[in-house]
């Protein structure tokens, strides 16, 4: 399948952003994108104030990233308070998420608005400087200004829930100056710029991961790059899904894969999908049409 048409394209859901019987509930929400990190901090808590103690949530609610689909999504978030998107939640109540969780909501509902959106999957710089660590966020249309714009509804919670912070690490994200309505190119790149980072201008690969060292190098950043691709292609992955010639395992990139993704990156760069043929695209990466049929 060709994009020729691709604002249209990201204003319609695809499977995994679509709210189903839900879509009820997320009519309300606001299309100010700063309301809109308003309303979805109502709902969702990041990870990371939990994994840092911060918050203490039931541990049944600690597998609530596993949930794959907006309208899964939903339902949970309906099941443990119906109440209006407005309204404010105790901690109990909110579905855990991480980046991709609070972006694939941004997105469902800016598309629900029929304004174009999706995720993009790369790497954040505001962790650790000259460190490229795993992220997502969420990009849509600005018809006014004819661009996409970034937007990073992961770091708005970090500024929503700023009283709770340790002072210096709240005081340190002050100083990056991060403007998480309008992401620039200097706090987050995807992984296809990523991928040319490294193979065209020296770049370490193994400043690109996470903070453990076997989850960093050349396949991860390739892994990055594939999911931006999926993503471009409405089929927005778990963090963790590795399909085809993804994966740890298969760290060993040969030089025929070398050549595909140096290609897909200089594909995923240009921005314009037009005419992109990107289930082609999955297929040379061994993500067939059954794989991807078999998503739950």
Known sequence: MAIHNYLEYYSVHGAITSPGPYKYFIEDFPRDIKELCKCINKLMLIDLLTAMGLIVVPKEHLHD????????????????????????????????????????????????????????????????????????ICEYWNELEKRWVRVDPWMSQIYYRREILPPELFEGLLSLNYNFHDVTNEYFITGSQAWINCREYGHNPKDYGTYEDFLKGTWFIRDNMIRDLLCLNKIEPLPWDCWGIMGRENSDIKEKELKILDNLAEILNKGNLKGINILQELESLQITDSILKSID
Not at 114 to 125: K, N
């Open 65 to 136: 990233s596993n949930i794959r689909a907006i309208q899964k999504k939903l339902k949970e978030i309906i099941h443990r308070d119906d109440s209006s998107i407005l309204n404010l939640r105790c901690n109990e109540k909110l579905l855990l998420g991480n980046c991709r969780d609070l972006s694939l909501l941004m997105c469902s509902v800016l598309r629900n608005h029929r304004i174009p959106a999706r995720l993009r999957s790369g790497f954040a710089t505001f962790f650790v400087p000259k460190k490229y660590f795993d992220h997502w």
